[in-house]
């Protein structure tokens, strides 16, 4: 089956650190893989995604890329913010017939102090 | 510029009881999805429509129903709510295979 697996948390970082967490997965066929963050109190929203290996996504400063041969896709930002401090879910996508559905991480929660 | 809408926001159940969480979407999404979110394990897929008449279970399917009889709404039931219910409720939409999943804001269900 598919699975994400992703860096426990929190992760404490003073402002200006450089970021990574980590996330592998398992999937069949080949899957599109996402970051979404949750901001305290509200739903998730799209970080960044990459659909094919060795694309990379970027936004807002972050960027991960798609590792096929270590089916990994690693969240980085060279300097976070205080207003980074939120909760990071890894996901994947893979087409199950016509159908997609979303595989997400268990999160890491990302705290940054000033 | 409403997005995926979610009520309530809140609510306290006791054992037994039952209630809908409604969900409505206004862009025109062919895929809607509900998910639960509990501490330490992540979102998981509870079930999910890929058009108006047309649902399928998820990971986590047992104690819900749900139909989908128009594009825009997506209600999920609950029949005879059970304490291990207890959870943050989302609901999603997205355009299709692989594009970006749009989340409402989440429903925080306490059953007593």
């Known amino acids: 089956g598919n699975s994400v697996t992703q860096m426990e948390g929190p992760v404490t970082l003073s402002e200006e650190a450089f970021l990574t967490i980590n996330c592998t997965y398992t999937?069949?066929?080949?899957?599109?893989l996402f970051w979404y963050v949750q901001y305290p109190g509200e739903g998730l929203q799209l970080l960044l995604k990459?659909?094919?290996?060795?694309d990379k996504g970027s936004n807002k400063g972050f960027e991960a890329t798609y590792r096929k041969e270590t089916t990994s896709f690693h969240l980085e930002k060279g300097s976070v913010q205080v207003s980074d401090s939120a909760v990071y879910f890894c996901?994947?996508?893979?087409?199950?017939?016509?159908?997609?559905?979303?595989?997400f991480g268990k999160g890491t929660m990302l705290l940054v102090s000033p | 510029n409403a997005g995926v809408t979610q009520t309530p926001k809140f609510q306290v159940l006791k054992t037994g009881q039952s209630m809908t969480l409604q969900c409505a979407q206004d862009?025109?999404?062919?895929?809607m999805s509900w998910y639960r979110q509990d501490p330490g394990m992540g979102l998981r897929l509870i079930h999910y429509?890929?058009?108006?008449?047309?649902?399928d279970q998820g990971e986590v399917p047992n104690g819900y129903n749900v139909s989908r009889s128009t594009t825009e709404d997506f209600p999920l039931r609950l029949l005879s709510a059970a304490p291990s219910q207890t959870s943050v409720y989302f609901c999603?939409?997205?355009f299709g295979t692989g594009t970006e999943a749009f989340f409402g804001q989440g429903t925080r269900l306490t059953v007593v």
């Open positions: 996901a994947l996508s893979v087409r199950r017939g016509g159908y997609s559905t979303l595989t």
């Open positions: 999603a939409s997205s």
């Open positions: 999937a069949t066929g080949y899957p599109s």
């Open positions: 862009m025109n999404h062919e895929y």
């Open positions: 429509s890929v058009g108006a008449g047309i649902t």
């Open positions: 990459a659909t094919k290996a060795d």
